[in-house]
């Protein structure tokens, strides 16, 4: 996948934007392709996903009002079809929409009205995050490993995760967030910090997308996951586990025993919530 941080005689980025506003679009458009970007654009629901079939972008603008159908179905039909960074745009600051959006396969999403220059930064961000979502580059024996905690399983080098048992259906960004608190379970993670390490993002304006994947993560793992420390940020907190399952009341890492997650999902299978 082509990214904005590579060399000029690369492939340019290829960007949909879904979006039914034609002075919206053009202005997108507009500065989208100052980037040097190639853009697509679609008006409606059916158009948007008949586009991102054809033209296989590298990433999609997508409101969330549009005729024919909403975009939140236009993003459940494309995930279902070939996953792809997904950044949403809504009209209305309403944290259910967001959460909603989320659980459907969105990865980022912004409320109108929004400056250009920032939703530019938010997807060159979200290009560079799915690039560094890729193989990691450790030792196999490393990314063999998966982390514990009490009843939570993370498989790092699956990108899968399983609670109590249960496979958990995460998009690429609520991954990363769980994995980022989980590599310091218990240490309280400022918003700032959460924003500069999952989403490689550091204007405070974008602290509200860190609490909404928060929220996210906790309708999808419990309430009892993630900790909030009022004013600072959050923790991962170590579940609880029955002794007689022979649970661990803390973070491990586990070579030596297999875990069983041949039942967890596949990395960014498309989630059912609404």
Partial sequence: MSTPDQAASSPPVRVVVIEDEPTITRAIADRLTAEGWEVTTALDGPSGVRTVAEVRPDVVVLDVMLPGFDGLE????????????VLML???????????????????????????????ARLKALLRRVRRAGPPAVAESEQNVAMEFGDLVIDRAGRRVMRA?????????EFDLLLCLANAPGTVLTREQLLADVWDWIDATGTRTVDSHVKALRRKLGADLVRTVHGVGYALEIPEEDDST????????SPDTPLDISSMPTPN??????
Wanted: aromatic share 4%.
């Fill in 74 to 85: 236009v993003c459940r039909r494309i995930q279902a079809d070939e996953p792809v960074p």
């Fill in 90 to 120: 809504t009209a209305r600051d309403d944290e259910t929409d967001m959460l909603v959006g989320l659980g459907v396969g969105a990865d980022d999403y912004m409320t109108k009205p929004f400056s250009m220059r920032e939703l530019a």
């Fill in 165 to 173: 048992g249960v496979p958990a259906h995460l998009t690429p960004t």
């Fill in 246 to 253: 022979g649970g661990v009341a803390g973070g491990r890492e």
């Fill in 269 to 274: 299978e498309p989630t059912t919530d609404s």
